[in-house]
C-alpha cells in the first residue's frame, strides 16, 4: 500500500501542470468587425431587413396577409439564424398603434384593421382581424438578436374595386391619381403639402410626360410616367370613392416586357422598339388595359466596314468573314441598340447571313438585307399594329456579296412521266444509279442545305435524302404538289388537288396548317416568316393514268405570316399565275393578265374611342400601286432592280420591269412600287405553249427562259442598271441522243458557272456553260474553267409503264432538276 501511495505523489509531481488541464475547455477567439480588439463582432446579427424595402404592402380593410420573413446579417453581410423575431407596428411619429395595422408579434401575420386579443369563447387570440374604420399609413418592423429591421409602409384603405390606367392628373384637388400619391415621392427629392380629404400631394408630382392614352412613343431610354385612378365602390364618378393616394405602391406589368421596364413609382423606360400591355394591380384588383409605345426603327442603314462609301458592295472569300455595320435610328434621329434584326440572304445556300456578319460557304453571290421584323422585334398588340409604327416591318437598304470562285455540284435528275430520279455527282463525274421511287413525283424542291429532297406525288410525299441517295422518308397524309420550302428548311407549302386544301407542313412531320384553295406557285420571305401563294383550279384527268392540271385561273391570292395568320386578298387582275419576292423583302409581284405587285406595310387606321383610348384597323398586304404588262412566271433579280417575266400570249415574250423598291419604315398608305418596262420583246427563235420558268443567274448577270413547245433554242436576257438590257438565245445542239426541241426545266449552279436544262425531244441534261464569250452549250464546247466528260448528261428515264410520254421510246423528258454545291476537287 505504501508503495502504491509513494507511486501516486511521483507521477503527479512528474506530469507538467498544463498538461494536466489541457483540453478542459475550448473558446472560439472573438474576431472584430473593424480588425481590432472592440465593437462590433463578427457573426453578430448586425442588420435585419424586410422586404419590400421602398414598396411596401397595400392592404384593404381587413385584409389580412404576411409579412416576408427577415433576413439578418452581420457586419460582413454574412446571413446570420436569428432564434425569433418580434414584430410591432407603429404610426408615422414611430409611436406603437394597433388601429391602422396590426400584427401578430410572433409570426408577422398582418392585419388591416386590429387583431382580436383575450376575446374569450374559445376564439384563439389573432384569428380574425376587426375594422376600425381608418385609413392611412402604419409601419411595421422585425426585431431579434439585439437588432431591429427597417420598417415597412403598410398602406390601409377602403376596398379597392377598379383601376384605370390613364394620363396624368395635372389637379390633385379635383382628379386625384397616383401621381398625386405622396407614395411617389420615394425617389423623387421633393416635399408635399397633404390634402386632410385626399390623402394626395396638393401638387401632381411629375417625373415625366404620360405615356398611357396618347398617340405617341419614347426613344430608347427615355422615361415617362404612368399613372392609375384607383377607386372604391361601385360608382367611379363620385370623388370620394378616389382612393388613388392611400393605396401606395401599384405593381405594374409590361407584355412583352422587353419593350418597356417600369419601377414601383409608374416611371417607365423605353427599352426595344415595339407596343406593350400595361396593367396594374393593387390589393387584389386589376387595372383596364393601357398601351406603351416604344418608337420603332425608322431607318436601318446596313454598310461594310473599309469599303469606301456608299459601302453596300464586297467581295468576301468562301469560308472569310465580313463583318456587316447597321445603323439604326428612330423617328427622333435617336440610335437604337441591341435591335433584335433578323439578317437574310438571298441564297443562304452559298451565303448565309448571320447576325451583322456574312461567312460565304461555297463561291457565288447573294443580297444580304436586315428586317426588324414582328414579333421577335417591334411587337405590338394585334389591335394596335400601326400605332405609332409599332407592330410593322422595318427594312434595311441591301448588301450585294460576290464570293468569287468555281464549285462543284451534285444534281439530281427526275421526271413527272418516271418513277426514278438519278443522282450525278461532279467531284467524280460520275451518274449514279438511278433510285426507283414508289411513286410518280409531280413536283420536286430541295432544302437549302442540301440534305433533303421532297418530292409530292397523288399518293404521298416522298422524302429523299442526299447523303445516302436513298429515299428516308414516306407520308401519305399529305398528297399533292410540294409548291416550295422555306429558307430555314421547316416548312413546305403543299397543295392537294383532290381535297383543295393548301397545307403548310412541318418537315419533322406534321400539318402545321391548312387552307382552303388549289396553290399553283409559292414562295417565302428569305427570312421563312411570310409566304404568298397564287391559286387556280383543278382540271380532272380524262383517265387515271393521266395526272391533273392545275390551272391558274383564279384572281385570289393566299398570304400566310408567322405574326398574322391567313390572310386572302384578290389581286387587280385575274388568272394569277406565278409570283416573286421583291429584294429586299418588302412585298412581291404577280404574274397574270397584268403583272401587280402587293406591299408588307399594311395601311393603318387609328380609331380613338370616348375614354381617349386608341386602337388600329389594317388593310393588310395592299396593292403597291404597279400594272405592268402581261407575265406568266417570273422572278426577281438580287440587285433588287428588276422583275423579268415572260409569256406566250399572244406570242412569246419577255418583260424586264425596272422597280424601285422603297426600305425603312412603313409609310402610313402603305409602300408603293415604281415598275417601267425597259424591255418587251419577243422570245426570238421560240414557239411556246407554256413558260416553265425564268431563272436568274444570283449574281444578277443573266437570266434564262424555259418552256415546252419547240424551237430548239435557250432564250437568255442580260438585265442592265441603267435602261434595257440584251436578249439573246442559246442554241441546244444535237447529240447521239436526238435533237432537242424545247428546254422544258433547268437550274443554276450556285456559283453561277453552269445552268442544268432538261430538254425534250432528246431527253437529256444540257449543260450550258459560262466560258469567255458567256454561255454555251457543252455539247459543242467544254471551256477549261468547267470541263466535264458530260456532253449532255443522259439519265436515260424510263417511262412509267402504260404512261402516255410525250415520245415514242419510252424515255421520259427530265423535267424536274434540283441541285446542290460542293466543294471543288479541281
Not at 365 to 378: E, F, I, K, R, Y
Not at 512 to 536: K, L, R
Request: include cysteine; proline fraction near 9%.
Amino acid at each position: 500500500m505504501r508503495r502504491f501511495l509513494t507511486l501516486v505523489v511521483l507521477l503527479l509531481f512528474t506530469i507538467p501542470f498544463g498538461v494536466s488541464i489541457s483540453g478542459c475547455s475550448k473558446k472560439e477567439p472573438v474576431v472584430f468587425c473593424n480588425g481590432g480588439d472592440s465593437g462590433p463582432v463578427v457573426g453578430q446579427v448586425q442588420t435585419i431587413t424586410l422586404q419590400p424595402v421602398n414598396v411596401g404592402l397595400s392592404l384593404n380593410q381587413t385584409e389580412i396577409s404576411q409579412v416576408s420573413a427577415p433576413v439578418a446579417t452581420d457586419c460582413k453581410g454574412t446571413t446570420e439564424t436569428v432564434r425569433a423575431y418580434t414584430y410591432a407596428t407603429f404610426d408615422a411619429n414611430g409611436k406603437p398603434d394597433l388601429t391602422i395595422a396590426d400584427v401578430q408579434p410572433t409570426t408577422g401575420k398582418l392585419c388591416a384593421g386590429t387583431w382580436n386579443r383575450n376575446t374569450g369563447g374559445g376564439i384563439a387570440d389573432f384569428t380574425t382581424c376587426m375594422p376600425t374604420g381608418k385609413s392611412g399609413t402604419a409601419f411595421v418592423t422585425a426585431s431579434g438578436s439585439g437588432a431591429s429591421s427597417n420598417s415597412i409602409p403598410i398602406y390601409v384603405h377602403p376596398v379597392v374595386t377598379s383601376v384605370v390606367l390613364g394620363a396624368l392628373s395635372t389637379n390633385c384637388l379635383t382628379d386625384p391619381a397616383t401621381n398625386c400619391s405622396p407614395a411617389a415621392l420615394s425617389t423623387t427629392p421633393t416635399t408635399c403639402t397633404i390634402d386632410p380629404g385626399t390623402g394626395c400631394c396638393t401638387m401632381p408630382v411629375q417625373t415625366g410626360a404620360s405615356v398611357i392614352a396618347t398617340n405617341t412613343c419614347l426613344s430608347q431610354a427615355s422615361t415617362g410616367q404612368l399613372a392609375a385612378r384607383v377607386y372604391q365602390g361601385t360608382d367611379p364618378t363620385l370623388a370620394a370613392n378616389n382612393i388613388s393616394c392611400l393605396v401606395g405602391h401599384l405593381a405594374y406589368a409590361a407584355q412583352p416586357a422587353s419593350v418597356v421596364t417600369i419601377d414601383q413609382n409608374g416611371i417607365a423606360t423605353a427599352q426595344s422598339p415595339g407596343a406593350a400591355v400595361i396593367s396594374a394591380t393593387i390589393s387584389l384588383a386589376g387595372s383596364s388595359a393601357g398601351s406603351f409605345s416604344t418608337c420603332p426603327p425608322t431607318s436601318i442603314q446596313l454598310s461594310v466596314p473599309l469599303t469606301p462609301p456608299p459601302g453596300t458592295s464586297v467581295t468576301v472569300g468562301p469560308n472569310n468573314t465580313q463583318p456587316i455595320n447597321a445603323l439604326v435610328k428612330d423617328q427622333n434621329g435617336t440610335v437604337l441598340t441591341a435591335v433584335p434584326l433578323t439578317f437574310v440572304s438571298t441564297l443562304p445556300t452559298t451565303v448565309p447571313a448571320s447576325t451583322a456578319a456574312v461567312t460565304p460557304l461555297f463561291p457565288g453571290a447573294a443580297s444580304l438585307s436586315a428586317v426588324c421584323l414582328p414579333p421577335t422585334c417591334n411587337p405590338s398588340p394585334l389591335d394596335q399594329i400601326g400605332l405609332n409604327g409599332n407592330g410593322k416591318p422595318v427594312t434595311s437598304n441591301p448588301i450585294n456579296v460576290t464570293a468569287p470562285g468555281i464549285n462543284s455540284t451534285d444534281l439530281y435528275i427526275a421526271s413527272t412521266d418516271s418513277l426514278y430520279l438519278v443522282p450525278v455527282d461532279f467531284t467524280t463525274n460520275a451518274i449514279g444509279t438511278p433510285v426507283r421511287l414508289p411513286y410518280q413525283p409531280n413536283t420536286m424542291v430541295i432544302s437549302n442545305d442540301g440534305t433533303t429532297i421532297y418530292m409530292g406525288s397523288a399518293v404521298e410525299l416522298m422524302t429523299f435524302t442526299t447523303a445516302t441517295n436513298s429515299l428516308s422518308k414516306q407520308d401519305p397524309t399529305v398528297v399533292g404538289n410540294v409548291l416550295a420550302i422555306s429558307p430555314d428548311g421547316t416548312t413546305l407549302v403543299i397543295t392537294d388537288p383532290a381535297r383543295q386544301l393548301v397545307y403548310l407542313y412541318t418537315t419533322t412531320g406534321t400539318v402545321a396548317s391548312t387552307f382552303g384553295g388549289v396553290g399553283v406557285h409559292a414562295e417565302f420571305t428569305p427570312d421563312s416568316q411570310t409566304v404568298y401563294i397564287t391559286t387556280g383550279t383543278v382540271t380532272t384527268p380524262a383517265t387515271p393514268t393521266t395526272p391533273a392540271v392545275i390551272t391558274p385561273n383564279t384572281n385570289q391570292l393566299l398570304v400566310h405570316s408567322t405574326f398574322t395568320g391567313w390572310f386572302v386578298t384578290n389581286a387587280t387582275s385575274n388568272n394569277v399565275s406565278d409570283v416573286a419576292i421583291t429584294v429586299p423583302s418588302v412585298g412581291a409581284f404577280f404574274a397574270g393578265n397584268s403583272t401587280t405587285a402587293l406591299g408588307y406595310c399594311p395601311i393603318t387606321t387609328v380609331i380613338t374611342n370616348a375614354n381617349a383610348q386608341t386602337t388600329t384597323t389594317n388593310q393588310f398586304y395592299p396593292d403597291a400601286g404597279v400594272s405592268a404588262p402581261l407575265m406568266d412566271r417570273l422572278a426577281a433579280t438580287n440587285d433588287g432592280l428588276h422583275i423579268l417575266g415572260a409569256t406566250v400570249t399572244p406570242t412569246a415574250t419577255l418583260t424586264d420591269l425596272a422597280i424601285g423598291v422603297p426600305t425603312g419604315a412603313c409609310p402610313a398608305a402603305g409602300l408603293k412600287f415604281t415598275a417601267n418596262p425597259v424591255k418587251n420583246s419577243a422570245l426570238p427563235g421560240v414557239t411556246a405553249t407554256a413558260i416553265t420558268g425564268v431563272d436568274p443567274t444570283s449574281d444578277s448577270s443573266i437570266a434564262f427562259v424555259t418552256y415546252t413547245g419547240s424551237g430548239g433554242v435557250l432564250p437568255t436576257y442580260s438585265p442592265s442598271s441603267t435602261g434595257a438590257g440584251t436578249l439573246g438565245s442559246i442554241s441546244l445542239a444535237a447529240s447521239a441522243n436526238g435533237t432537242p426541241t424545247a428546254p422544258v426545266a433547268g437550274v443554276v449552279s450556285t456559283d453561277n458557272q453552269t445552268f442544268f436544262v432538261g430538254t425534250s425531244g432528246d431527253n437529256v441534261v444540257h449543260l450550258l456553260v459560262k466560258g469567255t464569250n458567256g454561255y454555251v452549250d457543252n455539247i459543242t464546247t467544254t471551256p477549261s474553267s468547267q470541263p466535264s466528260p458530260f456532253a449532255p448528261i443522259v439519265p436515260q428515264l424510263p417511262c412509267i409503264a402504260g404512261y402516255p410520254c410525250q415520245n415514242a421510246n419510252g424515255i421520259a423528258t427530265p423535267n424536274l432538276l434540283v441541285q446542290k454545291p460542293r466543294k471543288s476537287t479541281n
